[in-house]
């Protein structure tokens, strides 16, 4: 997590079914705090906000949970705040200023979608922080929260491929007993099969992955224009689509992994996995082959860009050394095994 210069970086674990949640230094792996009986929502997983904060939903008592890693240096706990949102969290996303987020809902544990219900939350209201729940498509859905005077709160969603664009204050303002809410625009998507979402605030991108390619739409105060979709192709490697999407807003790159292979799950040690990437500066797109099995999710470091790939020849963290020039490639410097 990003961590002042003067502290050591410290690593946030948690153990969903249990109930835990472990605040570790690094690198020696020493316990700093511990919050039992919360359950994170493991698909939202943990946010980064400014200063140093970091946001989770706990999927059990239906609460966003912002959390101040460094506070006990200064004799504060490590829950600062507890807002009351909807669950089960299916995506969790905040506006660069930290103060106006958003929360979907998904399956938790059902078979199919049922709840509909999106939490647009204002950490820094007059009153103290407030959450308001209202309904719209049900789903699984993507979610961005996008800055400027008038933050906008954009859903992505499958079957059929669209994105759903609210304005956060309209959402701020829904009256109580979750109503529905229409968007104030549709932008329609070609595929169906969405999955991953990013956000540029220097340009006002927003970026959504599926089948096609990375759909593109630009924001520019309260508008919202679609652009040309980048392709997954690159490097003369094809096939496949990512399921992810990452932001490196220190490198201004975005990161995938390309996932391509057989399509029923039970076979997916043999699906293949590339590293992808796109210069949002440069417009230079490139792939870098990782191996079989299955490639769930990334992290952006300082120094790397990180990838787990589970198989049953043995799982590994595969570490692409992040490029320091512009005309630099990623390229791997380890593949570390990871026990079972």
Do not use: K, Q
């Not at 946010?47 to 890693?69: H, K, T, W």
């Not at 859905?141 to 309209?170: F, Q």
């Not at 109580?176 to 932008?187: D, F, G, Q």
């Not at 979402?197 to 990375?214: C, E, I, K, L, Q």
């Amino acid at each position: 997590m990003p961590h002042p210069p003067h502290l050591p970086p410290r690593l946030l674990v948690a153990d969903h079914v249990a109930g835990h949640i472990s605040l570790l230094d690094l690198p020696d792996g020493d316990d700093r705090a511990a919050l039992n009986h919360r359950h994170l929502a493991e698909h939202a997983g943990f946010l980064a906000l400014p200063d140093g904060l970091v946001a989770c939903v706990d999927d059990r008592a239906g609460e966003l949970l912002v959390l101040d890693p460094y506070g006990s240096d200064a004799g504060r706990p490590l829950v600062r705040r507890r807002i009351p949102v909807a669950v089960p969290a299916e995506h969790l996303a905040a506006a660069p200023g930290g103060r106006h987020l958003a929360v979907t809902t998904g399956l938790g544990r059902n078979e199919e979608a049922w709840t509909g219900l999106l939490t647009a939350v204002d950490l820094d209201a007059p009153d103290g922080a407030v959450a308001v729940r209202v309904r719209g498509r049900t789903g699984e859905p993507g979610v961005t929260v996008l800055g400027g005077p008038s933050p906008l709160v954009v859903l992505r969603h499958r079957e059929p491929g669209e994105l759903l664009v609210h304005r956060h204050r309209d959402l701020m303002a829904a009256p109580p007993s979750c109503p529905p809410m229409e968007p104030v625009r549709r932008i329609g998507l070609p595929d169906d099969d969405g999955h991953g979402d990013a956000y540029d605030p220097v340009t006002g991108r927003v970026f959504a992955a599926a089948g096609s390619g990375v759909h593109r739409v630009r924001h520019d105060g309260e508008e919202l224009t679609p652009e040309p979709p980048l392709p997954w192709a690159a490097d003369g490697r094809t096939g496949g689509r990512g399921y992810y999407l990452r932001l490196d807003p220190v490198r201004r790159t975005l990161w995938s992994c390309v996932r391509g292979g057989p399509s029923a799950p039970g076979r997916w040690p043999e699906w293949t996995n590339d590293a992808w990437w796109h210069g949002l500066d440069t417009g230079a797109t490139g792939r870098l082959e990782l191996g079989p099995g299955l490639v769930f999710r990334l992290a952006v470091t300082a120094r790397h860009i990180a990838y787990s790939r589970v198989h049953p020849d043995g799982d590994e963290l595969i570490l692409l050394a992040a490029p320091t020039t512009p005309d630099a490639r990623p390229h791997i410097t380890a593949r570390l095994p990871l026990p079972a």
